[in-house]
């Protein structure tokens, strides 16, 4: 840890933190800007009874007040009380939500990173055989297909023609297609980067002086190339960060799981815009964060790097 | 001349040899003319891009793809919105009570190619006018990136500096922003005020849609405002850049035989891998019923729509499927081989 390397993560803490503070702003002031309150699209209701409503939701105070309010009870963890279903806070419903959508989009996320590597690296040590075309194909396939596509596929397929798996995700099991349709894509991405990282640090000097020396075939793989050809792929968990939690939206929908991307869909069509609000600013600051861990994480394996 | 070749005789003369000087006859003329006709870099990358088999073929296809989806619709028999209670949820080439009863009194009745929907609708033409859509939401959001892009990233490059500086931080953050998320919220925030609106291609485009093109506009462009600021900063401290200064050549021969070469292969990858990653956000926000608004139909609803059915109608959801996969498919490959043909790096 030297001294360019901690002025450089406070930078990019910084701006992770200004960007964050943007996408909370955008989205304030968005939501805001729809001249509907939230109320009056309902059952008819008297003003009196929407004048109640909108006061206790703090609706009535002016706008910038209201974004400061909201500012300030956002850092106490606060996104306010849902309005599509009554009686919970939106943090709630954000933590019961993200208790399964983490679930589903970590084991993705790691399964599609591991496989990723594996595909990828055995793709480059066969380049040109007929695996490394085999998996070619699939992963261009593969990521020419967008999430939705391949979830009800993957649901016509398995669950409903050959009936091997559940089609909901609170049955037992059930997780297996959704975890799989939100893998698929990035998997095929990490293998295409990891291919062609593996390529070239296949081709580089050192590789072939451990090799001129004697050194066995899988030490220079494992010790000498793999390292290094992870750099790539690292850079990739901020997006892949993103596709799964965007993924998750359509996945969670298609399966009937009740995570925060099937909590934000349903606050779509109830109108809950506190709860549109929450969970764009969460899921805003987590594929933030990632990208932020991402860089950093970058940085720490390549020293090579320049920071400035 | 003899005159001459005698006193050349004497090798420390520093008298001029006149011989030297004469103009060149025609023979010797013609040994400088180059045999082989210099190539452009587009005729170069070109050249290289028709050599790639599975380029061509997606060119190809994105071209077949185009012509159907915007030229079939002005003849076909059936329209989008056109509903049939009789005919609900038929499959491919079946045909419905009614025109089975027409068939057999003689008349000709066009085939339903992929069947029917739910509302009786005929199928084909209504995967025909998805297609457009994504085609559509592909091409404008590639022009958007690529106008917006190079000016930001070409002002940006040129000025260098603090300008730079500024410009950049902004791309920094704007690159960071989760552009799916900002896309749904505005499409849900502007969703009233396209349902009223009184522009007709508003109101018929639909939230969704108008939210993708401002997302595209506001956000799309960074990666090709880097790429080109990156190319144009790097091009001008080239030493072939000062070569050229240096045996006189104009700034305006430096910019149209440097930078812009240089820059187009750059604008046509990025260009390229707009388009699917376009063409997937769309049909992404038409699945989750932000998209375009009913009765047009986009990929994306269609294999929303097919999932009630999904047991008894899988076609319904498979063609839609099938089409965007195709889209996307050409799309990557073609992008793919332009990156091959353009990126003089990777030239062997």
Wanted: charge should be positive; charged fraction near 15%; proline fraction near 4%.
């Amino acid at each position: 840890m030297n001294a360019k390397f901690l002025s450089y993560l406070i930078k990019r803490l910084l701006m992770a933190l200004l960007t964050i503070f943007l996408v909370v702003a955008i989205t304030f002031f968005v939501m805001h800007a729809i001249p509907a309150s939230p109320f009056s699209s309902e059952k008819a209701k008297s003003d009196a009874v929407i004048a109640a409503l909108e006061a206790k939701y703090g609706f009535d105070k002016p706008v910038p007040v209201q974004f400061l309010n909201y500012l300030k009870n956002i850092l106490h963890g606060d996104f306010g009380l849902s309005t599509g279903w009554v009686g919970n806070t939106v943090m709630e419903l954000i933590i019961g939500g993200f208790s399964y959508s983490a679930r589903i989009g970590f084991t993705a996320g790691v399964l599609a990173l591991f496989m990723g590597v594996i595909l990828g690296s055995l793709a480059a040590l066969q380049r040109g055989r007929l695996l490394d075309k085999i998996i070619q194909v699939v992963t261009t396939a593969l990521v020419s297909m967008p999430s939705f596509v391949m979830a009800t596929i993957l649901l016509l397929v398995f669950s409903l023609q050959l009936g091997w798996l559940p089609s909901m995700g609170n049955q037992r099991g059930g997780l297996i297609l959704p975890i799989i349709s939100l893998s698929l894509y990035p998997m095929a991405y990490t293998t295409r980067l990891q291919r062609s990282s593996m390529l070239d640090v296949l081709g580089q000097d050192y590789i072939r002086t451990a090799r001129a020396k004697g050194v066995k075939n899988s030490r220079v793989i494992f010790k000498h190339a793999l390292k290094n050809t992870l750099t790539p792929v690292i850079t990739y968990a901020g997006p892949m960060m993103a596709y799964i939690l965007t993924g998750s939206m359509v996945v969670e929908n298609i399966f009937s799981v009740p995570g925060l991307g099937r909590l934000f869909t349903n606050s779509m069509l109830r109108t809950d815009y506190m709860m549109i609000m929450g969970v764009t600013i969460f899921l805003a600051t987590m594929i933030i964060l990632m990208n932020f861990i991402g860089d950093i994480l970058y940085k720490v394996v390549d020293p090579r790097i320049d920071l400035s | 001349m003899s005159e001459a070749k005698k006193k050349i005789k004497n090798p420390i003369s520093l008298q001029v040899d006149p011989a030297l000087f004469e103009a060149a006859s025609e023979e010797e003329k013609a040994q400088q003319v180059s045999m082989r006709e210099s190539v452009s870099f587009m005729r170069d990358a070109m050249r290289r891009l028709r050599k790639n088999h599975i380029a061509m073929a997606s060119l190809f296809v994105i071209v077949v793809v185009a012509l159907i989806a915007f030229i079939v619709p002005h003849f076909y028999p059936y329209t989008y919105t056109k509903q049939d209670v009789s005919a609900q949820n038929l499959a491919p080439f079946e045909y419905s009570a009614k025109e089975q009863a027409k068939i057999d009194r003689g008349d000709s009745v066009f085939p339903h190619i992929m069947g029917t929907d739910a509302l009786g609708r005929d199928y084909a033409i209504r995967v025909i006018y998805g297609t457009r859509i994504s085609l559509i939401v592909g091409i404008f959001s590639a022009l958007i990136v690529i106008v917006i892009g190079i000016i930001y990233g070409a002002i940006s490059g040129y000025f260098g500096g603090k300008v730079d500086l500024i410009m950049m931080r902004v791309v920094d953050i704007i690159y960071s922003l989760p552009d799916v998320l900002i896309v749904i919220l505005l499409s849900v925030a502007i969703k009233d005020w396209v349902a009223s609106s009184k522009s007709e291609l508003v109101s018929r485009l639909g939230a969704g849609m108008v939210s993708i093109f401002i997302v595209f506009g506001l956000l799309y462009w960074v990666s090709m405002a880097r790429q080109v600021r990156g190319q144009i900063l790097s091009i001008k401290e080239q030493e072939y850049v000062l070569a050229s200064k240096a045996i006189g050549a104009s700034p305006a021969r430096i910019i149209r035989k440097h930078m812009i070469p240089n820059c187009v292969s750059v604008i046509i990858i990025i260009a390229a891998m707009q388009i699917p990653s376009a063409i997937f956000t769309e049909s992404f926000l038409s699945f989750l019923g932000l998209g375009v608004s009913v009765p047009m139909p986009s990929l994306g609803s269609l294999a929303s729509d097919a999932r009630t059915g999904l047991r008894s109608y899988p076609y319904q959801l498979l063609f839609p499927a099938m089409a965007i996969f195709l889209i996307v498919l050409a799309f990557n490959l073609l992008g793919s081989g332009l990156r091959d043909a353009f990126d003089p790096k990777l030239r062997s």
